[in-house]
């Protein structure tokens, strides 16, 4: 697979666990943001994404969590399984016109069976 | 249906050689976006497009060239790549850029010696 994410924060959870994995975002304008998996050898995929008028959502296995005041996101899987291993990219979509979304600089996560 | 498609997957360059990467989708949507990736760096957005004949410049757009001559298509040109140029890039499209997500392709891998 490609080496992308050579330098990134890892997070290595058992398998079963809970994973949760978090985000600073850097405006505080943005009001839309994305949680994406992106696993070795391929693009980026869409997991779950939230408004600024919410502060929880829930989807198959995962929720986000949007906390707007410390500007702080964070993504919960629960009962990791080991296809749950890949980087996983935080976007916000910046409040500014057409302005396409600004993405994190990522996390890698390893499921350890 | 495809989705995003882009093409060549692999490349490798000589120091001074031009390329374009195409970038072909299917879900006739009006916004599509280059980005490039490097270990460490997350996803940088190059040049990206609002619509037919339009382009934009991104966060690191120099020594790219961009072309939106048909809705469905986004070329990506290096009129002289450089080692620096070496990266993984993915093109995306979405329908709108404000609180949409953006779908990727597969990543063509560059490598210029």
């Known amino acids: 697979g490609e080496s992308v994410g050579l330098h990134l924060p890892t997070l290595s959870v058992q398998e079963g666990d809970n994973s949760i994995i978090n985000c600073a975002y850097s405006?505080?304008?943005?009001?839309?943001f994305i949680w994406y998996k992106q696993e070795s050898g391929k693009g980026p995929q869409f997991i779950i994404d939230?408004?600024?008028?919410?502060d929880k959502r829930q989807g198959q296995r995962v929720t986000v969590l949007l906390n707007k005041t410390v500007k702080h996101l964070s993504l919960q899987i629960a009962a990791t399984q080991p296809g749950d291993s890949a980087v996983y990219f935080c976007a916000e979509n910046p409040v500014s016109g057409n302005t396409p979304l600004v993405f994190g600089k990522g996390t890698r996560l390893s499921v350890i069976a | 249906n495809a989705g995003v498609t882009q093409t060549p997957k692999f490349r490798v360059l000589k120091t001074g050689q031009s390329m374009t990467l195409l970038c072909a989708q299917d879900m006739n949507h009006e916004y599509m976006y280059w980005y490039r990736q490097d270990p460490g760096m997350g996803l940088r957005l190059i040049h990206y497009s609002v619509g037919e004949g339009t382009t934009a410049k991104g966060e690191v757009p120099d020594g790219y060239n961009v072309s939106r001559l048909k809705k469905q298509n986004f070329l990506l040109g290096l009129e002289s790549a450089a080692p620096s140029q070496t990266s993984v890039y993915f093109c995306?499209?979405?329908?709108?850029?404000?609180?949409?997500?953006?779908?990727f392709g597969q990543g063509t891998r560059l490598t210029v010696v």
């Open positions: 939230i408004r600024s008028n919410m």
């Open positions: 405006n505080s304008a943005s009001d839309y």
């Open positions: 995306a499209s979405s329908y709108l850029t404000v609180n949409t997500e953006a779908f």
